[in-house]
């Protein structure tokens, strides 16, 4: 496996020529109480990437976007966003990002479209004359059209993080910092959100997803980098982090036999070789898998399934940030 | 590379601009919100009570007894302007400033919405800024609201006459009114220390209630102090001493020294506090 | 908004300790920059500086006088409650608006939070208007005697008001008054008060046997005007006993509308007839008032005299306080007298600003049991009541009265 760093080496390569979206360097925050929450990331996002900004909770995702956006100080360490340093560059580069940090939040005795009002009354970029259509628009957008009148604290979890979501788009953005957009979302809503990554990814802008929720995100996204710990264990191309698991091969036969069967992979130089469960499996290594068939079959075992199984994310994730269900801290 | 197809929005509008609108919005945010509006109504309606019990006890042995101004009401309703005024500022006023002026920033950064607003972006100066003149404008009209509505209830249970001045001269109406109209100015300009109080107190917690309760504490701990002669060397310099200074414009000749050296002392308050403020807002973390 | 963030934290941290000290130094400036030349002025000695006062024309003035008073009494400052009165003037500090046409008008107010005791002197006649019971007294002159006063007047005499507030005139005219007793008078460093220059007496009593350590008179270098007194007390050698003077001070005639007062609609009016005392009498106690066998006895001299009053009936001045008045120059010495009044003070009426004022409780408050009496104990002054109805009066110390009572 490539680590961080190495990975970051190489996307910087590839982005000179347009440049990051988001580009970090030693970002670190220790907060008062001493605690480290974010340690020296080196964050690199592509332009026109779907960066899935991956970690268990509390693995310092939030504090990272937090910094980003100049909300939180970084004790040590510079951030970029689209070319222009963070916080001192906000006012020219923030109106050009949207963002959801850690969940939406209004004002909850205004309606939906009144709470849009008021962000947008507050950009100073902002055309007034084009307010009511641009508001119509992102809320049309959202789904939320129906219950734009309504007070926000009427509205429910999913409904909410709608209108989070029709903030950051209030406006046409170049970098989209999503933390966490599916939460309390239902399926149908979770679906959408990824069209939405999608399409807004498609017209050209930068899009950071954040989730503690592998599976939500993996089919959208370009990029990956996992969080653990405060620390940015790995990033760069999906792919290229998805292949830094191993290819396992999986034998399905009797109970009986699969101690032969294990014997048998172990004679064809898979080191690994294990039963698990009901299948033997091994990494499958330079090993062709025909081979494996075929020398099952001839020692007279009864194949009853052949599995090659390619890394997922998941293992990926699992491997890197450990099984374990307790917050790390 | 724009997510949407239309047209990038308008080119960035001049400082003042983008501050009169985000002021437009703030104030339509204070004066909109329901507490805000009942506590208004609260206010305006103790000029109300007073010349009620007034009129119903103007016959009565008890006529006449009780804080300054409240005898000469029943006699020139002008003077329940003065009544009302003396009978909230120890306390309601400082209230309903508190709860404003500590919700200010407090409130937003419990609501989340704090961290929203500055990455619009709204530069976090402005944005104090635009905090502290909109909770100055409640306090104003809640000083507006008493003596509006302590007018009006006075003219109509009373009638109104001819001013008596503390001094025992009596001055026309008109001039009157004009002294009326400087001693609501008066308190209005005496309440700006206690905004900027609570604002920066504000600044220092993401609960409301607790900022609302802190900047209460400290009107009611001036008041206090200030009946304790032994601190009669700081008292010139507590924020609630030169309330009642109000008063001057009641005198024979309105000394402007008297007024100014009130007025000093609250923009001492509003200079020290109000950067106090500033150094804790543009240098605190957003983690709400 | 790139201001703020071209700062670092640590030095917007510095903003406020910067903006706190400018507030300190704008608060602390004002009293030390209008000083004025007060050393270049050319010396004058102690004779020449009384004389000075005493030929120097009456010009017309006005401004704020404070008057603070330190007598260690117990705290009886009621103005919160009842408005501003005379009786303010016992302990704290207290300001008074003075207009004067340096004739026979003047104009003086004593200042409460949301109330105002006024004193308005127009020729003949007087007013006195408390603000806190909208009430006035409407002093004149006994028309019998208007053709005397009118004589009177030229030299400068005035018809006696009740409820007077104090102006660094009369209390340098009580001191001059004393310089002429067994005193050492000098003069002082040149002084600045109210952002005049000034020159300043200074009286000394030639005896240890009284409670006035000296008494400090500032006087304006150019108009002779006393600007400022202090009594010092033997007990406090830090700040004065008592101390009355001009803040703010112009010698510009005021307006004389300020001299016209009239009672305001709906004020209760109480008119009084002054007659004016019979040529000689000004300074004769006078017994009437004290219960009807009062004595008046004198003893000692100077600083040390002390009044000593027989059969008098504490109970029924402190009861009936519409009879029971202290006539002025009783206790022979007229700053003891003029304390004295203002402790016991209840004018032919009721004390203004203080109708309710449990004067029982209040008498109790200020003394304390001795043996044999009550005792009053002040910086400047000490009063024995004694249980067998004598009252001894004087700026002398306490030991002094209770070994004269015996
Ligand atoms: N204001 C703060 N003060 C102290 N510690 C904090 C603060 N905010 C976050 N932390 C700590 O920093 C670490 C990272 O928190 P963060 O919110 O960034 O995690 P996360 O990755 O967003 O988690 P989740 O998936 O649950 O949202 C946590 O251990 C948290 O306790
Ligand atoms: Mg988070």
């Keep these: ?329 | 590379m724009s997510l949407v197809d239309s047209p990038p929005a308008g080119p960035p509008v001049s400082s003042a601009r983008a501050t009169a609108r985000l002021l437009g919005s703030e104030l339509r945010l204070v004066f909109g919100r329901v507490r805000n509006i009942v506590l208004l109504v609260g206010l305006a309606a103790v000029p109300l009570l007073i010349g009620t019990v007034l009129f119903v006890t103007q016959d009565t042995p008890v006529a006449g007894q009780g804080p300054p101004f409240l005898d000469r009401v029943t006699g020139n309703g002008v003077f329940l302007v003065f009544a009302a005024l003396v009978s909230c500022l120890p306390f309601l006023l400082p209230l309903c400033v508190s709860i404003v002026s500590g919700d200010a920033v407090a409130g937003e950064a419990s609501a989340g919405t704090l961290r929203y607003l500055l990455v619009v972006p709204v530069p976090r100066t402005r944005l104090l800024l635009v905090k502290a003149v909109a909770a100055l404008a409640y306090a104003a009209a809640a000083v507006t609201a008493i003596a509006g509505v302590g007018l009006v209830a006075g003219a109509a249970f009373f009638g109104v006459g001819d001013v008596v001045l503390l001094s025992g001269d009596t001055i026309p109406l008109a001039e009157g009114m004009l002294r009326t109209l400087g001693v609501v100015g008066y308190v209005v300009a005496s309440l700006t220390g206690l905004v900027a109080v609570g604002l920066f107190l504000s600044t220092l917690t993401e609960v409301p209630v607790a900022a609302m309760a802190a900047t209460v504490v400290v009107a009611i701990v001036s008041g206090v102090l200030d009946a304790l002669p032994q601190l009669s060397a700081i008292h010139p310099a507590l924020l609630t001493h030169h309330w009642l200074d109000f008063g001057e414009f009641l005198r024979l000749e309105v000394d402007a020294s008297t007024l100014f050296a009130g007025l000093a002392v609250q923009a001492a308050w509003v200079a020290v506090f109000g950067a106090l403020a500033w150094s804790r807002f543009t240098t605190a973390d957003v983690s709400s | 908004m790139d201001t703020t963030r071209s700062l670092s934290p640590r030095a917007r941290w510095a903003v406020p300790a910067v903006v706190a000290g400018a507030v300190a130094a704008a608060f602390a400036v004002p009293a030390t920059m209008g000083a004025v030349a007060s050393d270049e002025l050319p010396a004058v000695t102690a004779d020449e500086l009384v004389e000075r006062l005493a030929v120097a024309e009456k010009v017309p003035v006005s401004g704020t006088v404070v008057y603070t008073a330190r007598l260690g009494l117990p705290d009886v400052t009621v103005s919160e409650i009842q408005g501003a009165g005379p009786l303010d003037l016992l302990g704290g500090s207290s300001t008074v608006r003075v207009w004067s046409d340096g004739e026979d008008s003047s104009r003086a107010a004593l200042l409460g939070e949301v109330s105002e005791y006024s004193v308005v002197r127009d020729g003949p006649e007087a007013w006195t208007y408390s603000s806190a019971d909208d009430e006035a007294v409407h002093y004149v002159v006994d028309p019998a005697d208007l053709e005397r006063y009118e004589a009177l007047a030229q030299e400068g005499a005035e018809p006696p008001v009740d409820g007077d507030v104090p102006t660094p005139s009369e209390a340098a005219g009580l001191a001059l008054a004393y310089a002429r007793t067994t005193t050492d008078v000098t003069t002082t460093e040149p002084v600045e008060v109210a952002g005049r220059a000034a020159y300043q007496l200074e009286m000394r009593p030639q005896t240890d046997g009284t409670l006035v350590d000296r008494v400090l008179v500032a006087v304006d270098a150019e108009t002779s005007v006393p600007l400022r007194t202090q009594v010092w007390s033997v007990q406090d050698a830090e700040s004065p006993a008592i101390e009355v003077g001009f803040t703010d001070v112009s010698f510009d005639a005021p307006d004389l509308s300020v001299f016209d007062f009239s009672a305001p609609a709906g004020a209760d009016v109480r008119e009084v007839e002054v007659p004016l005392p019979e040529p000689g009498t000004l300074e004769q106690p006078s017994s009437d008032a004290l219960g009807k066998d009062a004595g008046v006895a004198v003893s000692g001299t100077g600083w040390e005299t002390v009044v000593e009053l027989s059969d008098v009936d504490v109970d029924e001045i402190l009861g009936a306080t519409s009879e029971g008045r202290l006539p002025e120059g009783s206790t022979g010495s007229s700053g003891a007298d003029d304390l004295f009044e203002e402790l016991t003070e209840s004018e032919d009426g009721e004390l203004p600003g203080l109708p309710e004022l449990d004067t029982q409780a209040l008498y109790e408050q200020l003394t304390t049991e001795v043996d044999g009496g009550r005792l009053l104990t002040s910086a400047l002054l000490s009063v024995l009541v004694t249980d067998d109805g004598r009252v001894l009066a004087g700026a002398v110390p306490p030991a002094t009265l209770e070994e004269l009572a015996g």
């Design chain 1, 1 to 329: 496996m490539s680590g961080a760093e190495g990975d970051a080496g190489d996307a910087e390569g590839a982005g000179d020529a347009e440049g990051a979206a988001v580009r970090t360097r030693g970002l670190t925050k220790r907060f008062r109480s001493g605690q480290v929450g974010v340690d020296g990331v080196d964050l690199l996002v592509p332009r026109g990437a779907v960066y899935g900004f991956l970690g268990p909770n509390g693995s310092g995702k939030t504090t990272t976007i937090r910094m980003l956006l100049g909300l939180v100080s970084p004790t040590a360490g510079s951030v970029e966003l689209l070319g222009t340093a963070m916080p001192g560059g906000g006012a020219e580069v923030l109106p050009r990002v949207g963002a959801l940090v850690e969940g939406p939040a209004f004002h909850p005795y205004l309606s939906g479209e009144a709470n849009l009002r008021r962000l947008d009354a507050a950009d100073p970029t902002s055309a007034p004359g084009s307010r009511t259509r641009r508001i119509g628009a992102a809320l049309e957008r959202v789904g939320l059209t129906a219950a734009a009148g309504k007070r926000y604290r009427q509205y429910s979890l999913g409904m909410k993080q709608r209108l989070g979501l029709a903030a950051a788009l209030l406006r046409p953005r170049d970098l989209l910092l999503l933390d966490e957009p599916t939460n309390g979302l239902d399926p149908q809503g979770t679906r959408e959100v990824r069209a939405l990554v999608r399409e807004v990814a498609d017209a050209g802008a930068t899009v950071l997803v954040s989730s503690h929720l592998l599976s939500e995100i993996e089919q959208v996204c370009s990029h990956v980098g996992i969080m653990s710990r405060g620390t940015l264990l790995a990033q760069g191309p999906r792919e290229e982090i998805a292949d830094e698991g191993t290819t396992e091969v999986r034998v399905m036969t009797r109970p009986d036999q699969r101690a032969h069967a294990v014997r048998v992979l172990s004679g064809l130089g898979l080191d690994g070789a294990r039963a698990d469960g009901e299948v033997v499996a091994a990494p499958l290594g330079s090993v062709a898998v025909e081979k494996v068939a075929q020398a099952v079959v001839g020692d007279g075992i009864d194949l009853l399934g052949l599995e090659v199984r390619r890394p997922t994310l998941e293992d990926v994730f699992v491997r890197l940030t450990g099984e374990g269900f307790d917050v790390a801290r």
